[in-house]
């Protein structure tokens, strides 16, 4: 069953502490992405990786940090240093920059 | 200018109804465009690629128009079910001395519909 992965669903998080989200594919693509959807709002692109060991920042990196050691997973990391991390997160995976993008199903993470 | 601008609605029609969404991008070198659906708090799901000749799935026909810089998703005889953000996707090219390669995917902010009996 082929698909993309994240988890928790919900997270929730004192502020000051860092924290991780899982995003795994099985798809065999190249690219994965990290986004942030807040209420009522479009999608902002975190960052992203075209290949394993590669990542550049997308239009609201700070405060934020990946990696990609593998091609199958590209975890997330919201620093302390993200000023309004409350949001929804997407990791979406495609074949390569420019086609389409597949997403897994999101973590909402609320820090209070 | 934003890479891609939709018009957020929101559009209420009744079932049955045919209903069109207009999307314009500010690339002309862009070569990718997609329709994305994205349902109350969950991911988006790729609805349809749109290619330049125009194509159909079902009841749902995207156009592209290169000329003027927009496309459009037209949904006949609306569902229920159909109810939902529609997201228009266009990539933003890479430009190289040799050339240019596919960049990345700029979503607009969606147009939300509501379909009601």
């Known amino acids: 069953d082929g698909g993309i992965t994240q988890s928790p669903k919900y997270l929730f998080r004192k502020e000051g502490q860092n924290v991780t989200l899982s995003c795994e594919q099985n798809?065999?693509?190249?690219?994965m992405y990290w986004y942030r959807q807040d209420p009522g709002q479009g999608l902002r692109l975190i960052y992203y990786s075209q290949i394993v060991n590669d990542f550049q920042k997308g239009d609201i990196a700070e405060g934020y940090s990946v990696s990609r050691e593998k091609k199958e997973s590209f975890p997330l990391t919201v620093t302390s240093a993200q000023k309004n991390p409350t949001a929804f997160y997407l990791c979406?995976?495609?074949?390569?920059?420019?086609?389409?993008?597949?997403f897994g199903p999101g973590t909402r993470l609320t820090v209070t | 200018r934003k890479e891609v601008e939709q018009d957020p609605g929101p559009f209420n029609v009744p079932e049955g109804a045919t209903v069109a969404f207009n999307c314009t991008y500010s690339n002309s070198a862009s070569q990718s465009f997609f329709w994305y659906r994205q349902d109350c708090r969950k991911e988006p799901k790729l609805l349809m690629s749109v290619y330049s000749s125009g194509n159909e799935d079902g009841r749902f026909t995207a156009q592209l128009n290169r000329a003027s810089q927009y496309i459009s998703l037209l949904i006949r005889d609306s569902k229920l079910s159909d109810s939902a953000t529609y997201l228009c996707?266009?990539?933003?090219?890479?430009?190289?001395?040799?050339?240019?390669?596919?960049?990345?995917?700029?979503f607009g902010r969606g147009t939300q519909l509501t379909v009601w009996p």
């Open positions: 798809l065999n693509h190249d690219a």
């Open positions: 996707v266009v990539n933003l090219n890479n430009w190289l001395a040799e050339g240019s390669t596919l960049g990345r995917l700029y």
């Open positions: 979406a995976s495609s074949s390569g920059l420019g086609y389409e993008q597949y």
